[in-house]
T-cell receptor, first 112, second 112 residues
Framework: DTEVTQTPKHLVMGMTNKKSLKCEQHMGHRAMYWYKQKAKKPPELMFVYSYEKLSINESVPSRFSPECPNSSLLNLHLHALQPEDSALYLC???????????FGPGTRLTVL | LAKTTQPISMDSYEGQEVNITCSHNNIATNDYITWYQQFPSQGPRFIIQGYKTKVTNEVASLFIPADRKSSTLSLPRVSLSDTAVYYCLVGDTPNRDDKIIFGKGTRLHILP
């Protein structure tokens, strides 16, 4: 298995909802990442997990809460989001933090 | 943090060789240069990575001059399916103070 999978593909949520984005890889990678990408903009790094430990949090608001239950899974818990949080959320993994990243297809999030 | 500058957009024709140059004047000694390709509504895909001189793989070549202040991604004989955004990244592992940041990217449009 050489891919990063993300679920759901699309998500529409209200500002009071709680939802979670999921990311999974079975390549034995030990670094996993969350990015946010707005239309026609580059991906922006949000969080980095290295060996299941949060190593980088790019000053992301607390309404985004990452979780890495094990080396294959990465979650992003969402609560009380704002309409401006609507974006494509990309998950990536790499063999170690030194290596190139493999990206999933993303979750298209719309906050109403 | 090493900042990158790329042309915003480029047009070329099928069958041509395309060269996209990235400027990174503040590249640090430990930094690598990495290029990603992104199609609409998909996650970026790793193309090539290098540190100095020339690197070639099955899809592209990367030319890096001795001063490493710029790099050129070369795509031989492009096709319509090469229409995408190409990102040049410069950085060390995101586990340390230097982290990888996506620049604004170059929108490459291949014409028939």
């Amino acid at each position: 298995d050489t891919e990063v999978t993300q679920t759901p593909k699309h998500l529409v949520m209200g500002m009071t909802n709680k939802k979670s984005l999921k990311c999974e890889q079975h390549m034995g990678h030990r670094a996993m990442y969350w990015y946010k990408q707005k239309a026609k903009k580059p991906p922006e790094l949000m969080f980095v997990y290295s060996y299941e430990k949060l190593s980088i949090n790019e000053s992301v608001p607390s309404r985004f809460s990452p979780e890495c239950p094990n080396s294959s899974l990465l979650n992003l818990h969402l609560h009380a989001l704002q309409p401006e949080d609507s974006a494509l959320y990309l998950c990536a993994s790499s063999r170690t933090p030194d290596n190139e990243q493999f990206f999933g297809p993303g979750t298209r999030l719309t906050v109403l | 943090l090493a900042k990158t500058t790329q042309p915003i957009s480029m047009d070329s024709y099928e069958g041509q060789e395309v060269n996209i140059t990235c400027s990174h004047n503040n590249i640090a000694t430990n930094d690598y240069i990495t290029w990603y390709q992104q199609f609409p509504s998909q996650g970026p895909r790793f193309i090539i990575q290098g540190y100095k001189t020339k690197v070639t793989n099955e899809v592209a070549s990367l030319f890096i001059p001795a001063d490493r202040k710029s790099s050129t991604l070369s795509l031989p004989r492009v096709s319509l399916s090469d229409t995408a955004v190409y990102y040049c990244l410069v950085g060390d592992t995101p586990n340390r103070d230097d982290k990888i940041i996506f620049g604004k990217g170059t929108r490459l449009h291949i014409l028939p």
